[in-house]
């Protein structure tokens, strides 16, 4: 997808929607670039940098990671990406407060803010869905899996990079029901945050690669009305 004018799509959706996937879709079948601040913390952690030492105790809880940190690491990895094409943030914003900051940075670079993405999954169905998730323990791969809904071709192993998979430390039911929790709260209110901008659509659908399908046609559609 080439329209000579790079935009900004935000995925909202609880812990479980298949975020990542749909990203990872849209970056391999439709050009465009991603980035994900839960990938960028657990690199920084196992880099074991200083802001990523400071962020471990708030991930392994499930909790957000305060916002000045994640703020940034993102801004340091955006400076060094190119922005020519379109730009999906997974994970980024969380709350309202970080809606704000994205706001200025997207200002500062002149990026404009083309759609928010909201992936609607049922509740009964997130918690079953992250427990069967595996992700590539490589850094700069992280490729997410379900054992269930898109299984590896050799059991264990990253169909990407052949590094061995695992469960991430904040996949236990206890850690995800606190992730719920923390969505609920903090990243929910975003929905009403971004209504008034006339940029919110609503995805729900079980099979990720159709909501990335829907959303590209989505971001089509705002590159021609421009
Ligand atoms: P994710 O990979 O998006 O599921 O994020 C995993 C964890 O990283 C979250 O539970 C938070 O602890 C942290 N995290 C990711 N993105 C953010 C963010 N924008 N603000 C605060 N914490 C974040």
Known sequence: MSSGRSNVIILLG????????????????????????????????????????????????????????????????????????????????????????????????????????NVEVDDSELIERILSRRTCSKSDCQAVYNTRYSPTKQPGICDRCQSPLITRSDETEEVIQHRLRVYQEQTQPLLSHYKSTNLLRHYSHKDSSVIADLVAKDVEKINVEI
Do not use: C
């Open 14 to 117: 609880p812990p479980g929607a298949g975020k990542g996937t749909i990203a990872s879709d849209l970056v391999d079948r439709y050009e465009m670039t991603t980035v994900s601040t839960g990938n960028i913390l657990r690199s920084a952690m196992k880099r074991q940098t200083e802001l990523g030492k400071k962020a471990k105790s708030y991930m392994d809880a499930g909790s957000l990671v305060p916002d000045e940190i994640v703020l940034e690491l993102l801004v340091s990895h955006i400076s060094q990406m190119d922005l020519s094409r379109n730009l999906i943030l997974d994970g980024y914003p969380r709350n309202v407060a970080q809606a704000r900051s994205l706001s200025t940075l997207l200002g500062k670079l002149g990026i404009p803010l083309g759609l928010v993405a």
